[in-house]
């Protein structure tokens, strides 16, 4: 049996926008070839410098009606910031659910105020996750000498059940999928809709250790085999395909 390590890197300071994601991480720990990196989207936003203050929002007139609707009623500025980062609207009652420009569909456009420092300030998800998780692995690369694979994760809430997770919504150095169709199953039988979320299963598997409430924003798996070529947006389900929508 290959047993599977995740540890949080500990003692990062508190990230701002410029800070060097991967010389920090290089700085608070000792890392391997092959190790897996889940990095959570509120810390790469962050250095990317994604923040938004509220009071420099003006909410819309389609922001003011739909704040009122919503579970105890935001800020229309917050609900404009949301829609901002929206192409399409796909709730608006109870809760605001969207789609955003890269494909998700998740609560508020991944807007977020919590575990941001400055008050009035919203933290958005980066612009393209996938070329934030290629950056911090050829700098890890270029500063600490090792290839490694990197996630970043964000928590989504899923239809039909209760409680949020980490997804991925960035993926660099190891597939986002493990296709098995094609393949036997333990009897035998060839497998025709078996398509494994590894980097979901994997960034699902850090938020145990980051937790919601420590500054835990970086966890290290190790133990893995696992080299590819994977991409966050590997993960969308088109909507040709989509039978929710």
């Known amino acids: 049996m290959t047993p599977l390590e995740l540890f949080a890197v500990e003692g990062l300071p508190e990230v701002r926008p410029g800070d060097d994601l991967g010389d920090?991480?290089?700085?608070?720990?000792?890392?391997?070839?092959?190790?897996?990196?889940?990095?959570?989207?509120?810390?790469?936003?962050?250095?990317?410098?994604?923040?938004?203050?509220?009071?420099g929002v003006e909410a819309s007139?389609?922001?003011?009606?739909?704040?009122?609707?919503?579970?105890?009623?935001?800020?229309?500025?917050?609900?404009?910031?949301?829609?901002?980062?929206?192409?399409?609207?796909?709730?608006?009652?109870?809760?605001?659910?969207?789609?955003?420009?890269?494909?998700?569909?998740?609560?508020?456009?991944?807007?977020?105020?919590?575990?941001?420092?400055?008050?009035g300030m919203v933290t958005l998800l980066p612009i393209d996750p996938d070329a934030s998780a290629r950056g911090i692995r050829q700098r890890i690369r270029d500063r600490c000498g090792v290839d490694v694979g990197v996630i970043v994760s964000d928590t989504f809430g899923r239809p039909w059940r209760l409680g949020i997770v980490n997804v991925a919504l960035g993926v660099a150095g190891l597939p986002?999928?493990?296709?098995?169709?094609?393949?036997?199953?333990?009897?035998?039988?060839?497998?025709?809709?078996?398509?494994?979320?590894?980097?979901?299963?994997?960034?699902?598997?850090?938020g145990v250790v980051?937790?919601?409430?420590?500054?835990?924003p970086v966890v290290v798996i190790r133990g893995l085999d696992l080299i590819g070529d994977g991409s966050g947006r590997d993960l969308i389900r088109p909507a040709a395909e989509d039978v929710f929508r």
Do not use: W, Y
């Not at 920090?24 to 203050?53: F, N, P, Y």
């Not at 999928?177 to 850090?206: C, F, K, N, Q, Y």
């Not at 980051?210 to 835990?216: C, L, P, Q």
């Open 210 to 216: 980051m937790g919601k409430t420590e500054r835990s």
């Open 24 to 55: 920090l991480i290089c700085s608070h720990t000792k890392l391997e070839t092959a190790d897996v990196l889940v990095i959570a989207q509120k810390v790469v936003s962050k250095s990317e410098g994604r923040l938004r203050e509220l009071a």
């Open 176 to 206: 986002g999928l493990i296709d098995l169709r094609g393949t036997p199953d333990d009897a035998g039988r060839e497998m025709h809709a078996t398509v494994l979320a590894i980097a979901d299963d994997l960034a699902s598997a850090a």
């Open 61 to 119: 007139d389609e922001a003011k009606r739909i704040a009122p609707q919503l579970v105890a009623v935001p800020d229309p500025r917050f609900v404009q910031v949301v829609l901002d980062e929206s192409v399409r609207v796909l709730r608006s009652q109870r809760v605001l659910i969207t789609e955003t420009h890269h494909g998700f569909v998740c609560a508020n456009s991944g807007v977020d105020q919590s575990n941001v420092a400055e008050p």
